[in-house]
């Protein structure tokens, strides 16, 4: 009598071909473990020369997204592949990626760098509704918070005559020129005489960063008005 092992090997008892019994036992087995995955549902995108891997379960996630529609076999949408088959998209890969999760679990989730109405770019782009509508309201809700979140922070700069269009031209990160005062002369080069100023600069910034800010901050003010009267 013919038999199938555990291996899925083949064992002939009679010296005859394989039975049906066997042959449904065989049938059997591999209805038990199917073969894991189906490769045209997994599905590669070059965005901006990065690619990603994704399934059709998770691009379908919202039936009238570019993405969508992309994959569909009889879809409207044209787009060129590369050498490995996967779809060319022309847009920036930092700002896909939290699209894609999006698809995947439906959160919202930013990497340091990456800000909101960059994401929200993206979901327009790919017209993924629900992510749009959550960027939308995330990017209101930071614009309304109250003014009290923020404060200016003023700071005092001393420098030469000879080093002030150095100093105004290389501010940055924020830093905004406010005033500039001319506290008089205390150093000879030569013949010649260089005047001392003090220049104050500004900066907007959360309440949480300016616990240190607020002695430099007062004396600022008070050289501001001292200024504004000489």
Same mark, same amino acid.
């Given at each position: 009598?013919?038999?199938?092992?555990?291996? @899925? =090997?083949?064992?002939?008892?009679?010296? @005859? @071909?394989?039975?049906?019994?066997?042959?449904?036992?065989?049938?059997?087995?591999?209805?038990?473990?199917?073969?894991?995955?189906?490769?045209?549902?997994?599905?590669?995108?070059?965005?901006?020369?990065?690619? +990603?891997?994704?399934?059709?379960?998770?691009?379908?996630?919202?039936?009238?997204? +570019?993405?969508?529609?992309?994959? =569909?076999?009889?879809?409207?949408?044209?787009?060129?592949?590369?050498?490995?088959?996967?779809?060319?998209?022309?847009?920036?890969?930092?700002?896909?990626?939290?699209?894609?999760?999006?698809?995947?679990?439906?959160?919202?989730?930013?990497?340091?760098?990456?800000?909101?109405?960059?994401?929200?770019?993206?979901?327009?782009?790919? !017209?993924?509704?629900?992510?749009?509508?959550?960027?939308?309201?995330?990017?209101?809700?930071?614009?309304?918070?109250?003014?009290?979140?923020?404060?200016?922070?003023?700071?005092?700069?001393?420098? =030469?005559? !000879?080093?002030?269009?150095?100093?105004?031209?290389?501010?940055?990160?924020?830093?905004?020129?406010?005033?500039?005062?001319?506290?008089?002369?205390?150093?000879?080069?030569?013949?010649?005489?260089?005047?001392?100023?003090?220049?104050?600069?500004?900066?907007?910034?959360?309440?949480?960063?300016?616990?240190?800010?607020?002695?430099? !901050?007062?004396?600022?003010?008070?050289? =501001?008005?001292?200024?504004?009267?000489?």
């Amino acid at each position: 009598m013919a038999t199938v092992n555990l291996n @899925g =090997q083949y064992r002939d008892g009679g010296g @005859g @071909g394989p039975s049906s019994s066997s042959s449904a036992t065989a049938a059997a087995a591999s209805s038990q473990y199917p073969i894991q995955g189906k490769k045209d549902q997994w599905i590669k995108l070059n965005v901006g020369g990065t690619c +990603f891997l994704t399934t059709k379960t998770t691009l379908s996630r919202d039936p009238n997204s +570019f993405l969508s529609r992309l994959i =569909q076999e009889d879809s409207d949408l044209i787009s060129d592949r590369d050498e490995t088959g996967a779809y060319l998209i022309d847009r920036d890969p930092r700002y896909f990626a939290p699209v894609l999760n999006y698809l995947r679990h439906g959160k919202l989730v930013l990497d340091d760098g990456l800000s909101e109405e960059g994401v929200l770019e993206e979901a327009e782009f790919y !017209n993924v509704t629900h992510l749009i509508g959550l960027l939308k309201d995330s990017i209101a809700r930071r614009e309304q918070r109250p003014a009290a979140d923020k404060k200016r922070v003023y700071r005092v700069l001393q420098c =030469q005559e !000879n080093e002030l269009t150095q100093m105004v031209s290389t501010m940055s990160d924020g830093w905004r020129f406010e005033q500039l005062i001319n506290i008089g002369t205390s150093y000879n080069y030569g013949a010649e005489e260089n005047a001392e100023f003090l220049c104050v600069v500004s900066k907007e910034c959360a309440n949480t960063l300016i616990g240190r800010e607020n002695e430099s !901050n007062d004396r600022a003010k008070v050289l =501001q008005q001292k200024g504004s009267r000489m």
